[in-house]
């Protein structure tokens, strides 16, 4: 049975969303895109007509796009696994700020396909993609010379063999020579 306390509850969740939603002039069909969900599940948390999420990805994401703490919702309860923001998540997050974009205005400026993605490694659920041209476009939107992005890329490109088993001791020179080659492609890409 549900409780006048847990309708004010769902009430206030529901009606922050619809504020935010209304005072950054956001189409609820591009915020469903950016934490994925449907559109539809956007109306039915707004209206009410279901109970406003209580599961902490989607509270997370909601949060994330909202440039808010995930706390500030009584539906969220923290999670058993710590959200590890790494450097790179703080530094995107700070060449967000130094643009004086809101997070909002930085998912519009990447693909559709993308938004989500972005929301995710904000929110410190996954590192930078693995996928060069994805980690271009960020550094494109940011402003950021490729460069500047070429190191953090290697990091977790470094991160990723050494979880796939590769001996980084034993393979010095063909790392090296790996990366090398990388950081060449690069810098000529970007002049």
Request: proline share 4%; net charge negative; aromatic share 10%.
């Amino acid at each position: 049975m549900t409780t006048n306390k847990d309708s004010i509850i769902r009430m206030k969740s529901s009606e922050m969303l619809y504020n935010f939603l209304e005072n950054t002039h956001l189409h609820k069909k591009d915020f469903a895109q950016m934490i994925g969900v449907t559109l539809s599940y956007v109306y039915n948390l707004i209206d009410e007509t279901i109970p406003f999420s209580t599961r902490s990805t989607t509270l997370e994401r909601i949060a994330t796009v909202m440039d808010i703490s995930p706390e500030e919702f009584v539906e969220y309860k923290i999670p058993q696994d710590p959200i590890l923001i790494d450097e790179t998540t703080e530094f995107i997050r700070e060449k967000q700020k130094e643009k004086n974009l809101s997070t909002v205005q930085f998912l519009k400026s990447f693909p559709r396909k993308q938004r989500l993605e972005i929301v995710d490694i904000l929110r410190g659920a996954r590192p930078i993609p693995l996928d060069w041209e994805e980690v271009s476009v960020i550094a494109s939107v940011l402003d950021v010379s490729k460069e500047e992005m070429y190191d953090f890329w290697e990091e977790r490109m470094r991160q990723l063999l050494k979880t796939s088993g590769f001996n980084f001791d034993s393979n010095q020179g063909l790392a090296n020579a790996m990366f090398a080659c990388a950081r060449n492609y690069v810098y000529k890409e970007s002049k």
